[in-house]
């Protein structure tokens, strides 16, 4: 199980941090994904146990994915953040979705 949070309304430019944690120890890749109004899901940023990480093109320099793994628990910060980053957002690890939470940046 996945529990998410962190979401919520914020002005453009502005900062959040989403967290989500497992109900177990994942010992993979974690993720997040995100899914805009009227849109489809869309991968965002994933990260190994090992640190290694990426995130998509159109969030580089402002988002950054990390975790705590004697937490169980995945982090998103998004800075510098803008109308076309809201949506939901999903964490992710291989074969379970957490139940999403909501990002709102107003102009």
């Known amino acids: 199980q996945l529990q998410a949070s962190g979401g919520g309304l914020v002005q453009a430019g502005g900062s959040l941090r989403l967290s989500c944690t497992a109900s177990?120890?994942?010992?993979?890749?974690m993720a997040w994904y995100r899914q805009a109004p009227g849109k489809q899901r869309e991968w965002v940023a994933h990260?190994?146990?090992?640190?290694?990480?990426d995130v998509r093109y159109s969030v580089k320099g402002r988002f950054t994915i990390s975790r705590d793994n004697a937490k169980n628990t995945v982090y998103l910060q998004m800075n510098s953040q803008k109308p076309e980053d809201t949506a939901v957002y999903y964490c992710?690890?291989?074969?379970?979705w957490g139940q999403g939470t909501l990002v709102t940046v107003s102009s």
């Open positions: 992710y690890v291989p074969d379970h």
């Open positions: 177990g120890s994942i010992s993979g890749i």
């Open positions: 990260i190994f146990s090992s640190g290694s990480a």
